[in-house]
């Protein structure tokens, strides 16, 4: 662990607190209309902050979606494509070592997912879930109850979970989150930084494992929730699987809204604890997910199939901070995951890296809202899919059909309209901006032998000569 810079006098900057969930449908919200989903701390996140309804991941996997959002950059640049994967060879900057660097004390907790020591190296405060939180329920005497992980007998299923609620991950994470604020660490760490404090707080859930415990089990009944609508029209891939009948899929979809209440209430308790220490106004507070779920889309649960669908690209995004953001503000521009980075750093009036590729959403925060980009880019290893406010195109290279779905009068994506005559000329617009996208996407981290930081690069992503000085290139 590396030591925190002493702040001489009080120091008031903004506290920042990224609540994050692997997996949450952007339907599955009180406040966006689902009519089954009690999820009562965010919607009062989202009524006393802006919520974003066209919010897309920069990759649907979890750990390329989360370098994306921890670095401000796509996939295309910082490589990571498939889960987990070797620490960066290049100096590639987080959100961890930024605020780090500008004097805040950095926390990382929870599902993790990131190639080992990125993050845990720029933090004081580590929690990783999938090693620490085996570990408490063997002290607990509840190891042989951890139905959260996959090598337990009820992992490929969904239903109540054998653990109680006080030792489930959500409620064992609120715990370690409330000993970082208090700064109630080992007694070697054990002093008092007047710093302010950065903190990612990453839930495991609701991404199955659907094992949610009681109260939180039995909250939606299977047989009275409602699904969505299904057809057999669009993409092969998104039509319902032959093997997956409906009372299975209420039953999956039924626990899946279970494990989502559950991640809210702990997100209430971390209400709470800010509220108790007076610095709920003072902390700038971001929920978000690294990609979403089909929760009976499509007739289908997790994200197998269709993993460029809308229901797994576009994900929830809330910011509140009473100071600079609007409340109850809901805004339809396209943002992207890694436009989060940049909107911190201006929210809390720190500089934004030049490496960093998104772009700061602080213009749609307030009463006025000013669109930052048109369009947003989702790369997979084998489809690419680009949204804007009303289409969303999907170019498929292994094989399948292209698809294009204008999400605002067909926003289940039931209809795939490619092939359809009227739309051709969009398609080809379309096509022409996905390679845009891409190509801009693209900077060559490791080309410029680590010197890649100290460049500028427009919005198109094209180098600045000028920002070498008098290095080239090459050097």
């Keep these: 662990m590396i030591e925190v810079p002493r702040v001489d006098g009080i120091d008031n900057r903004a506290n920042v607190l990224f609540l994050f969930s692997d997996q949450h449908n952007a339907r599955c919200l009180g406040s ?89 190296r720029s933090c004081q405060y580590v929690y990783d879930e999938f090693i620490q939180h085996p570990s408490y329920l063997e002290g607990a005497g509840l190891y042989e109850q951890n139905d959260n992980r996959g090598f337990h007998p009820n992992a490929a299923a969904s239903g ?15 715990k370690h989150l409330k000993r970082y604020l208090r700064q109630e660490t080992e007694p070697s760490d054990r002093c008092r930084h007047p710093a302010p404090w950065m903190a990612w707080v990453s839930f495991a859930r609701p991404h199955q494992p659907y094992t949610p415990s009681e109260p939180f089990a039995s ?3 299977a047989e009275d929730i409602h699904l969505p609508a299904t057809s057999e029209c669009g993409s092969p891939a998104l039509r319902p699987p032959n093997d997956l009948d409906e009372a299975k899929l209420r039953q999956r979809v039924s626990s899946y809204l279970g494990c989502v209440s559950q991640v809210d209430a702990a997100i209430g308790l971390v209400y709470d604890e800010l509220e108790r220490r007076g610095e709920l106004d003072r902390t700038i507070i971001v929920y978000a997910s690294d990609h979403g779920d089909h929760a009976g889309e499509h007739g289908r649960y997790e994200k197998k199939s269709g993993i460029s669908a809308r229901s797994i690209c576009r994900v929830p995004m809330i910011v509140r901070f009473p100071p600079r ?9 396209v943002v992207e995951a890694v436009d989060l980075f940049p909107t911190l750093c201006e929210l809390a009036g720190l500089p934004i890296p030049k490496a960093v590729q998104g772009r700061s959403m602080l213009p749609l925060l307030g009463d006025e809202p000013r669109a930052i980009r048109e369009d947003a880019l989702t790369e997979n290893m084998y489809r690419k899919a680009l949204a804007t406010q009303r ?30 005559a009227d739309y051709c000329e969009l398609v080809a617009e379309l096509q022409r901006r996905l390679l845009r996208r891409l190509a801009e ?32 290139p090459y050097d």
């Design 160 to 174: 109540p979970s054998n653990l109680p609620l006080e030792h489930s991950c959500e409620w064992v994470l609120v």
């Design 391 to 420: 289409y969303r195109y999907v170019a498929n290279l292994d094989g399948e059909s292209d698809e294009l779905y204008d999400v605002q009068e067909d926003p289940w994506e039931l209809q795939n309209l490619v092939d359809n």
């Design 441 to 472: 996407a693209r900077r060559p981290i490791t080309a410029f032998r680590g010197l890649w930081l100290g460049h500028r690069y427009d919005e198109g992503g094209r180098l600045d000569p000028e920002s070498l000085g008098d290095r080239l």
């Design 325 to 333: 953001v609007v409340a109850g503000a809901v805004r339809d521009q």
């Design 32 to 120: 966006e209309g689902h009519p089954d989903v009690k999820t009562p701390h965010l919607d009062r996140l989202a009524s006393e902050g802006v919520r974003f309804t066209n919010a897309y991941t920069q990759n649907p996997i979890c750990t390329p979606s989360r370098m994306s959002y921890l670095s401000g950059l796509y996939p295309s640049t910082h490589g990571y494509y498939g889960l987990y994967g070797r620490e960066p060879d290049t100096r590639m900057p987080s959100m961890f070592s930024w605020f780090h660097q500008h004097g805040y004390r950095t926390g990382a907790l929870g599902k993790l997912h990131t190639p080992r020591y990125w993050v845990e």
């Design 219 to 221: 909250m939606y009944s």
